[in-house]
C-alpha cells in the first residue's frame, strides 16, 4: 500500500514539473517527503534534504544506463540531487556531455562503471590536446557537490593489459586511455567520501575549473596481470586551475599520488596518504614549445608517502623545442616518507630524455621561493646514501630555496647525502655537488 502511494505521489510530480517521459524504474521524490527519502537512503544529516532523483540500475555489466543517468544529472539540476542506491551498480557504456550544470548534487552509495569497450571508447570520447588525454565524461558548470560512500569505477584492466609496454607520451602512440573523472569550465566543485577505483589512466584532471576540493576520498588502481600494471594513473592532475583543494585522502596508485600541472595556483593539500606513488609533485610543466607554464601558492603538510618513487617533488621538461615559466611559492611541510627512492628531488630533465640532450637544452622553468620543513623518514638506498638532490638547470634561476627540519635515513648507510646544485643562496643545511 506504501508503495502504491509513493508511485502515485511520484507521477503526480513528474506531471506537474512537466518532465516528459520518465525512464523505467526511476523516481522524482520532493524534498517535503522526508519518509521517503530516509527509506531510500537519501537523508543525510551533512547535507540538506533536497529534490531527488533515483534511476534504474544496470541488471549486469553490458546493461548500459547512460541515458537513464543523463535523464537523472538533468532532473536533479538546478537544486535537485541524483541518488544512485546503496548495493547497486549503474553501467555506463556512452560518452557523456554534462557541462550545463547548476547547484547539482550526486550521492554516491552504490556503484558507478564504465563499460570496457576499448573499441567504443577509443572511437568515442572527450579529447584534449595535452599530453593526448581522452575521457568518458566532461563534468563542467557551477556548484557540483558528489558524495558518498559508494565507488566511481572505472573498470581498467583491459585498459592496463592492452596498453602493456607503451608509453603515454610515446609520439606514435594512438591507444589513449580514458581519465576517470574530468572537468571543464567548472566552478565550485566538491567530491568527498567515495572511491575512485581502477581508472584507466589518470584518475582526475581538472581544465579550466575554480575551486575544486575533494575530502576523504580514496583512490586506488591495481592490476589482477603481473605484466600490466596500472600505469599513468594518477591522483590528480589539474590544467589551467585556480583553487585545488585536497584533505584527508588515501591514494594507492602507481603513479603520481597529486600532480598539478601548467597554470595552477592556490593549492593546499592536508592529511594525504600515498603508497606505491611517484609522490607528492609539482609539474611537469615546460613540455610545450613557446609557451609559458606556471605553478604557484601551493602548502603541502602532513603527507606520508610510502613505498614509492619520489617523495616530494619539483618537476620540468628539457630538451628541444620545449617551453618555459616558473614554480613559486611552494611549502612541504611535516612530510613522512619511508622507503622512498628519491625522498625530496628537483628534476628538470623531465621524463626520456637523455642527459646529453638535457645539458644542450636545458629547462627555462624558474624555481623560487621553496620550503622543505620537516621532512622524515627513509629512503629505500637505491640511490645510495642520497636522500635528497636539488639541482637547477643552467638555463633556470633556483632561488629562495630553504631546507629546515631534515631528518632522512638511507639504508646504503650514513651520513645521509644532500646534494644541491645550480641553487642560489644559502638553503639552510650542508649540501654538496653531485660531481
Known amino acids: 500500500m506504501r508503495f502504491l502511494a509513493l508511485g502515485v505521489l511520484v507521477v503526480s510530480v513528474v506531471s506537474a514539473i512537466s518532465t516528459g517521459r520518465i525512464p523505467q524504474g526511476a523516481h522524482i521524490i520532493p524534498v517535503d517527503d522526508q519518509a521517503s527519502l530516509s527509506r531510500i537512503g537519501a537523508h543525510r544529516q551533512k547535507y540538506p534534504d533536497r529534490r531527488t532523483v533515483t534511476i534504474r540500475a544496470s541488471k549486469n555489466d553490458k546493461d548500459d544506463v547512460a541515458a537513464d543517468f543523463l535523464w537523472g544529472i538533468q532532473q536533479a539540476n ?3 540531487r541524483l541518488l544512485l542506491q546503496k548495493g547497486k551498480t ?3 557504456g556512452k560518452k557523456l556531455n554534462l557541462s550545463f550544470l547548476d547547484n547539482i ?9 564504465f563499460t570496457d569497450d576499448i573499441e567504443y571508447w577509443q572511437a568515442n570520447n572527450f579529447y584534449y590536446a595535452f599530453q593526448d588525454s581522452i575521457t568518458f565524461w566532461v563534468w563542467g558548470g557551477k556548484d557540483i557537490k558528489i558524495f558518498g560512500h559508494g565507488t566511481l569505477n572505472g573498470n581498467g584492466q583491459a585498459w592496463y593489459n592492452g596498453f602493456a609496454g607503451q608509453e603515454i607520451l610515446d609520439p606514435d602512440n594512438t591507444y589513449y586511455r580514458p581519465i576517470l573523472f574530468l572537468t571543464d569550465n567548472a566552478t565550485r566543485v566538491s567530491v568527498e567520501g567515495i572511491t575512485q577505483l581502477n581508472s584507466p589512466c589518470w584518475t582526475n584532471f581538472f581544465v579550466r575549473t575554480n575551486d575544486v ?3 576523504n576520498v580514496f583512490i586506488n588502481a591495481y592490476s589482477t596481470n603481473a605484466s600490466a600494471l596500472p600505469k599513468n594513473t594518477d591522483g ?3 590544467l589551467n586551475v585556480n583553487g585545488l583543494r585536497v584533505t584527508n585522502t588515501r591514494v594507492d596508485i602507481g603513479d603520481d599520488c597529486f600532480s598539478p600541472k601548467p597554470n595552477t595556483s592556490n593549492i593546499f593539500v592536508q592529511n594525504l596518504w600515498c603508497n606505491n606513488t611517484h609522490g607528492v609533485s ?3 610543466i615546460g613540455q610545450y614549445s613557446g609557451v609559458q607554464d606556471i605553478i604557484e601558492h601551493a602548502y603541502i603538510e602532513n603527507v606520508t608517502l610510502l613505498n614509492g618513487q619520489n617523495g616530494a617533488r619539483l618537476k620540468a621538461w628539457a630538451g628541444q623545442d620545449v617551453g618555459y615559466g616558473r614554480i613559486n611559492n611552494i611549502t612541504y611541510r611535516n612530510i613522512h616518507i619511508e622507503n622512498t627512492d628519491k625522498p625530496v628531488v628537483l628534476d628538470q630533465c623531465y621524463f626520456n630524455v637523455n ?6 637544452y636545458p629547462s627555462a622553468v624558474n624555481v623560487t621561493n621553496i620550503v622543505f620543513d620537516n621532512i622524515y623518514g627513509t629512503s629505500s638506498g637505491k640511490n645510495g646514501k642520497e636522500v635528497v638532490d636539488l639541482t637547477c638547470s643552467p638555463n633556470a634561476v633556483c632561488s629562495g630555496i630553504h631546507l629546515s627540519r631534515i631528518n632522512i635515513t638511507s639504508p646504503a648507510g650514513s651520513p645521509p647525502v644532500i646534494i644541491c646544485d645550480g641553487i642560489q643562496g644559502d638553503i639552510g643545511v650542508n649540501c654538496t655537488s653531485s660531481t
Do not use: P
Not at 550526486?106 to 562503471?113: N, R
Not at 642527459?355 to 644542450?360: G, R, S
Open 78 to 80: 538546478h537544486g535537485g
Open 105 to 113: 548534487e550526486v550521492q554516491l552509495e552504490g556503484e558507478l562503471k
Open 282 to 284: 609539482m609539474g611537469s
Open 355 to 360: 642527459a646529453t640532450e638535457c645539458a644542450a
Open 213 to 215: 576540493s575533494f575530502d
Open 236 to 238: 590528480f592532475d589539474s
Open 90 to 92: 549503474y553501467v555506463i
